[in-house]
């Protein structure tokens, strides 16, 4: 089965840090593109990171630019999204998705795990 599986969620202060794992299973993250997405309660889910095959080219929505960093090891066939300065805001289930290239549109994702839940409040 190909699938991903996050992990890293928790329970966080303001201000506070966290990372992200994301692995992958019954396949090679070498050849994806992987996205980091999120889904507030009743709320859409929405592109937060993207990085490209190579690791050459790293996206960002402009909501936790500054503040998040993706990034990849293939020898480990992992990629991870380290989240600072978090805010209540960013309180969502956190998803990696699988596509050809690099966007932050979630149609274009695949492979999706169950997620992992970060609640960011005091």
């Known amino acids: 089965q190909v699938q991903l599986v996050e992990s890293g969620g928790g329970l966080v202060q303001p201000g506070g840090s966290l990372r992200l794992s994301c692995a992958a299973s019954g396949f090679t993250l070498d050849y994806f593109a992987i996205g980091w997405f999120r889904q507030a309660p009743g709320k859409e889910r929405e592109g937060v990171s993207c990085i490209s095959r190579s690791d050459d080219s790293h996206y960002y929505a402009d909501s936790v630019k500054g503040r998040f960093t993706i990034s990849r090891d293939n020898a480990k066939n992992m990629v991870y999204l380290q989240m600072n300065m978090l805010n209540p805001e960013d309180t969502a289930v956190y998803y990696c998705?699988?596509?050809?290239?690099?966007?932050?549109?979630?149609?274009?994702?695949?492979?999706w795990g169950q997620g992992t839940q970060v609640t960011v409040s005091s």
């Open positions: 998705g699988a596509a050809p290239g690099c966007s932050l549109d979630t149609p274009d994702f695949g492979s």
